[in-house]
C-alpha cells in the first residue's frame, strides 16, 4: 500500500512568469490574475517575468536567455518557486525544474489546487480529485522533485495525496474508479433534470466568470445562504433554489461553477455534468462584473466556454453587476451585450433592480406560453389546478356558466388541455 504523503502549509513566496505573443495577448492582465489565484491558493507573490516572443518554447516553455535571468531573480527574491500562466507539458516542467532547481508550477495546478480547497460535496471532490489525477498522471517525474524537496504546500492538497512514487497503474485504477462514481452521480443529475421536466418547472442557470457576484445574487433572490467571499472560486459546488415570482410562477435558479480565462480541460471535461444545467436550463442569467476593467474579456470567455459546452440557442438576460460602484456617466455607456435578450443594470449585494431581474424572467418565460380565455366546466377543476400550478393566472371569475380563466401556460401544458 502506498504512504500518505504528509503535507504542510508552507509561506510560498513565488515568481509569477508569462509569455507574450504577438498576437496583442494582454499578458500584464492575464498574470493580475494569476496574482489573485496565487494569493487565494495562499501564495505570496515576490516578482514576475514575461517573455516576448511568438510562442512558448515547445521544450523549456522560456527561451535559454530568459531562464537564467529568472534564475538569479529567484535567488535574489529568495522565491520558492515560479507559476507560469499557462499549461507546461510534462517536457516543459521538468526542464524548467532541472534548470532552475526550484518549485515549478502552472496555472492549472494553481486553479486545481484551489478547486481541492474549495470543494465539499461528494460530486465536486469526484470531480476534482478526478482531474487532478488525470493532471499528474503524465507530470509524476517533475512534480516529483519539488514535491519531495519542499514537501508540501500549493498543488499537494487533495483528496488524494500519495507518495510521489506511485505505481501509475494505481493512478489508472482510480481515475476508472472515480469515473464510475461520477457516472452515477451523472445518472442522478438526469434523473433530476427529467423529473424537473415533467414537472414544468422552468430552469434558470446563473453563469458569469469567476467572482461576477453569481452566488450574491443567488442568495438575494431565494436566500440560499452561498458563501460570499471576494475571491476567485468562493463557491464551487452548484446550488439549486426555488424562487416565486410576483405572478405565482415557480422557477428553478441553478448556481454554476465560475469561469475563468484558459480553464483547464480537466476539470471542464471533470466538471462536464455540473457546467451543463446551463445546457439544459430554459433561461440563463449572464452575471457580468461591470466594476471589473477586463468586463469585454470576461464576457467573451463566458460565451466561449458555453460554445464549447454546445450550449444551444438559450434566452440570456445579462446583468451589468456591482453598478453601484462605477461613476453616474459610466452607468449607460459600455455595458452592452448584443448576444442577450435583455441587458439590466444591478448591484445585487444592495438590492438594486433585482425587482426587474425578476419582470424580465417573467416576460421572457410569458413568450413561451399561450394566452388562454376561456370557461371551464365546474367539474374540470383539475385542469384549473394544472393551469394555477404551471401557468400564470391572469383572472379568475366564477360565473353560472362556469369558471372563467384568463392565463398564460406553457405550450405543451396547453397541448395537454382539452378544448
Not at 18 to 47: F, H, K, M, P, Y
Not at 273 to 293: C, F, G, M, Q, R
Not at 388 to 417: C, H, N, S, T
Request: net charge negative; glycine share 8%.
Amino acid at each position: 500500500m502506498a504512504e500518505v504523503y504528509e503535507t504542510k502549509e508552507l509561506d510560498e513566496k513565488v515568481i509569477l512568469v508569462g509569455v507574450s505573443s504577438q498576437d496583442g495577448e494582454d499578458t500584464e492582465q492575464s498574470l493580475d490574475e494569476l496574482e489573485e489565484l496565487a494569493r487565494t491558493a495562499g501564495a505570496q507573490t515576490v516578482g514576475r517575468l514575461i517573455q516576448n516572443r511568438e510562442a512558448p518554447h515547445p521544450g523549456t516553455y522560456l527561451g535559454k536567455g530568459k531562464i537564467e535571468e529568472l534564475k538569479e531573480l529567484i535567488w535574489e527574491l529568495d522565491a520558492t518557486g515560479i507559476i507560469c500562466d499557462d499549461e507546461l507539458s510534462p517536457a516543459q516542467l521538468g526542464n524548467l525544474q532541472d534548470m532552475l532547481e526550484t518549485k515549478v508550477m502552472d496555472r492549472t495546478l494553481i486553479i486545481l489546487d484551489i478547486f481541492a480547497q474549495r470543494a465539499s460535496t461528494r460530486e465536486g471532490k469526484i470531480q476534482v480529485e478526478l482531474a487532478q489525477l488525470r493532471y499528474r498522471s503524465t507530470r509524476l517525474t517533475g512534480l516529483g522533485k519539488s514535491l519531495s524537496r519542499l514537501g508540501g504546500g500549493i498543488g499537494t492538497r487533495g483528496p488524494g495525496e500519495k507518495k510521489l512514487e506511485i505505481d501509475r497503474r494505481l493512478i489508472r485504477d482510480r481515475i476508472s474508479q472515480l469515473k464510475q462514481e461520477l457516472d452515477a452521480v451523472k445518472r442522478h443529475r438526469e434523473v433530476a433534470r427529467q423529473q424537473r421536466s415533467r414537472n414544468q418547472v422552468p430552469v434558470v442557470a446563473i453563469v458569469g466568470y469567476t467572482n461576477a457576484g453569481k452566488s450574491t445574487l443567488l442568495n438575494q433572490l431565494t436566500g440560499a445562504g452561498v458563501l460570499e467571499e471576494d475571491k476567485l472560486f468562493a463557491t464551487l459546488d452548484p446550488t439549486t433554489r426555488n424562487l416565486k415570482l410576483d405572478s405565482g410562477q415557480e422557477i428553478l435558479l441553478t448556481d454554476t461553477v465560475g469561469f475563468i480565462r484558459k480553464l483547464p480541460h480537466h476539470l471542464i471535461n471533470a466538471f462536464r455534468s455540473t457546467l451543463e444545467e446551463a445546457k439544459y436550463a430554459d433561461i440563463i442569467l449572464h452575471v457580468v462584473d461591470a466594476s471589473n476593467p477586463q468586463m469585454d474579456i470576461h464576457m467573451y470567455v463566458v460565451y466561449d466556454t458555453l460554445t464549447e459546452l454546445e450550449v444551444g440557442e438559450k434566452p440570456i438576460i445579462t446583468l451589468f453587476n456591482k453598478v453601484d460602484r462605477l461613476e453616474e456617466g459610466a452607468l449607460f455607456e459600455g455595458l452592452r451585450d448584443f448576444r442577450a435578450e435583455k441587458t439590466l443594470q444591478i448591484a445585487a449585494k444592495k438590492q438594486i433592480g433585482l425587482d426587474a431581474v425578476k419582470e424580465a424572467l417573467e416576460e421572457i418565460l410569458r413568450e413561451s406560453k399561450v394566452l388562454i380565455e376561456r370557461v371551464f366546466d365546474y367539474n374540470r377543476a383539475g385542469d384549473i389546478a394544472v393551469i394555477r400550478k404551471y401557468g400564470q393566472l391572469l383572472e379568475e371569475e366564477y360565473r353560472p356558466e362556469g369558471i372563467f380563466v384568463r392565463a398564460y401556460v406553457p405550450k405543451d401544458v396547453y397541448a395537454q388541455l382539452e378544448f
